[in-house]
């Protein structure tokens, strides 16, 4: 579950200034409904994507055939 600033926080600062969970959050929020977004939305979305792809990429914390999982506390 996301933890963290709200968009309307967010959208006051700077992609490059939000933290990997929230570009991952509102990305992956953003996918979801993306055909309904307006302009204005779909340019948020391709700045969080940019923002995304500038850091190389997110990275991932499941197992796969490379690498397994080790458990994190919270």
């Not at 490059?16 to 929020?29: I, M, P, R, T, V």
């Not at 340019?43 to 490379?66: N, P």
Request: glycine share 6%; proline share 3%; hydrophobic share 35%.
């Amino acid at each position: 579950m996301y933890v963290g600033r709200d968009m309307t926080k967010l959208d006051m600062i700077a992609k490059n200034e939000w933290k990997d969970s929230e570009l991952a959050y509102f990305h992956q929020s953003f996918q979801q409904i993306a055909p309904y977004l307006n302009e204005e939305g779909t340019t948020i979305h391709r700045e969080i994507i940019q923002e995304i792809e500038a850091r190389g990429g997110l990275s991932r914390d499941e197992a796969s055939w490379a690498k397994g999982t080790t458990p994190k506390a919270d």
